[in-house]
């Protein structure tokens, strides 16, 4: 090794350990010990694609995870299917697919309601550890549900029960709450392109 190259890889040893003693610090800092509300938003692909990532990762961690899709039930999905074969999960479709082909308001709003109620159930049970609420960020948005039930209940959870909520359009009091938000912005999408949802991929 040249003096030159030995120079180099002390300055990056040096940077890397400057960089370390600032995490192991902010992990040091970091005390609590409690339930977290994640919030999925943005106009791009994988917010819900992300909190079942979470699901099964909480599974494998031995949790209990209780799942209310609101929005989506038009269209079988994979994950539907792969995580109802776990006891540990329970998994409720209250949707009836996306609201441009439902057409229909009033039942829409019903069949929010209806999830909400079964949402509620799920954030005042202790047994499970993870709740996630896909798409009710969307029936919020919708005027489908008033906001001041679901703060309510999530702030009176139980202490150690994590929560996902996704779709786009979160409201500014959800976000205002959230411990971890995180918005997926879209670069490129298959579907501009004409290509169609794929299996797998999409649902």
């Keep these: 090794m040249t003096e030159k190259t030995e120079a180099a890889a002390e300055r990056h040893r040096a940077r890397k350990q400057h960089h370390k003693e600032i995490v192991d610090a902010r992990i040091s800092a970091a005390t609590q010990q409690r339930g977290v509300i994640l919030v999925h938003t943005g106009n791009g692909k994988g917010k819900s694609s992300a909190a079942f990532g979470m699901v099964a990762r909480s599974l494998g961690h031995g949790m209990r995870v209780g799942v209310v899709q609101f929005i989506k039930g038009g269209l079988a999905t994979g994950e539907e299917t792969f995580f109802r074969r776990f006891p540990e999960v ?108 794929q299996e797998g991929v999409e649902f």
Excluded: S
């Excluded at 499970?128 to 919020?140: G, K, M, P, R």
């Excluded at 029960?161 to 912005?185: F, K, S, Y």
């Design 90 to 197: 329970e998994y409720h479709v209250m949707g009836e697919g996306y609201t441009w082909e439902t057409q229909d308001r009033e039942r829409d709003i019903a069949k929010a309601q209806a999830a909400w109620q079964v949402a509620h159930d799920m954030l005042r049970n202790p047994a499970l550890q993870l709740v996630v609420l896909d798409e009710i960020n969307i029936a919020l948005k919708l005027g489908y549900l008033d906001p001041g039930p679901l703060l309510e209940a999530l702030n009176n959870r139980p202490a150690m029960q994590h929560v996902i909520l996704t779709g786009r359009g979160a409201p500014d009091v959800l976000i205002e709450i959230a411990d971890t938000v995180t918005e997926m912005r879209p670069l490129k999408h298959a579907f501009d392109a004409g290509i169609q949802a």
